[in-house]
């Protein structure tokens, strides 16, 4: 059984976290979107290349090893945001159910 100090609990941390959620989802985005721009600015030095090889010259570069890095840490961030406000919410629809059935029982 869920108590209602857990659901307030649960309540509290989707209200408490949700700058903290959006600020993750939009850093993640960012990131991702990002990464296109910086493989092209890095490609950009290598114009006496052919395509291919200024890509892997973009690929390879310190800075876009970086930045994948980086999304890495923001998707892990982002991800675990989400698995927990999701864990919120499932108590709090469980709790519901449980309550909406135990008042249908009282009638």
């Given amino acids: 059984m869920i108590s209602d100090d857990e659901v307030q609990k649960s309540l509290d941390f989707l209200r ?15 990131l991702e979107e990002y990464r296109k721009s910086l493989k092209a600015l890095i490609m950009k030095q290598f114009t006496d290349l052919p395509v291919s090889a200024q890509e892997r010259e973009a690929y390879a570069s310190p800075r876009y090893q970086d930045h994948i890095k980086a999304l890495q840490t923001a998707v892990f961030n982002d991800e675990k945001q989400k698995f927990l406000r999701v864990a919120c919410e499932a108590k709090i ?13 009282k009638l």
């Fill in 16 to 30: 408490d976290t949700a700058d903290q959620s959006a600020k993750f989802k939009a850093e993640r985005i960012y």
């Fill in 93 to 105: 629809e469980a709790w519901r159910s449980f309550s909406a059935n135990h008042r249908s029982m």
